[in-house]
């Protein structure tokens, strides 16, 4: 883990396509780096008062790379 982003987050997995993107939600992200037709993990921090959360992309306890998206983007569960 490299932060406690990592710990308290919602985990999500995904399979990287040829074009090393993901889908979530009908939301395309490229993820630089990450190995073709692999799982990767996503590791997603929202943030309720600034309505961004921060995607983190995790390949066997690799760190590939971030994105903020905002919220309303990935239509996460609402509490």
């Not at 009908?26 to 961004?52: C, F, T």
């Amino acid at each position: 883990f490299k932060s406690t982003k990592d710990i308290f987050c919602l985990r999500v997995d995904r399979m990287v396509d040829s074009y090393r993107k993901i889908s979530i939600n009908n939301l395309e992200l490229k993820v630089p780096g990450a190995p073709l037709h692999e799982r990767i993990q996503l590791r997603i921090v929202p943030d309720k008062e600034s309505g961004v959360s921060e995607v983190r992309f995790w390949h066997k306890d690799n760190f590939l790379g971030n994105q903020k998206v905002k919220n309303s983007e990935l239509n996460l569960v609402r509490f």
